[in-house]
């Protein structure tokens, strides 16, 4: 990783592709890089194992790639996307490197089988 003044201005990554899809979205975005940078390198990075709310909690990214919540895959279930290829159509959430499908895929089936906003 090259920073500049607490900003990502060029990178390398192989073999981590969660480290590579959030290191994509901060230079992309050109957000300030975390204060404890080795949260990047790690497995265990805030939202990375999910908590008791993990995916279905509305904050929480469920695709790293495209940067999609939670919150805007529930809404993608609203509006009527029940599948995890509309859903990937109506927030590009798993059509990045596709490591989050199953996540995606916890989400609809929390749908189904509790019916209510995750």
Do not use: H, Q
């Not at 908590?51 to 009527?80: K, L, R």
């Not at 029940?82 to 895929?105: D, E, H, L, N, P």
Request: glycine share 16%.
């Amino acid at each position: 990783m090259l920073t500049r003044e607490g900003f990502l201005t060029g990178f390398v990554c192989v073999g981590m592709p969660r480290t590579a899809a959030e290191l994509t979205l901060l230079f992309e975005r050109g957000s300030e890089l975390p204060a404890d940078r080795s949260v990047l390198l790690r497995y265990d990075g805030p939202d990375y194992e999910p908590s008791i709310n993990g995916a279905f909690d509305p904050g929480a990214t469920v695709c790293w790639c495209n940067g999609v919540t939670g919150g805007a895959i529930a809404d993608a279930v609203e509006a009527g996307d029940t599948s995890v290829a509309s859903i990937g159509a109506a927030t590009r959430a798993g059509t990045g490197c596709g490591g989050c499908k199953m996540r995606i895929g916890e989400v609809l089936e929390r749908f189904a089988t509790v019916g209510s906003t995750p």
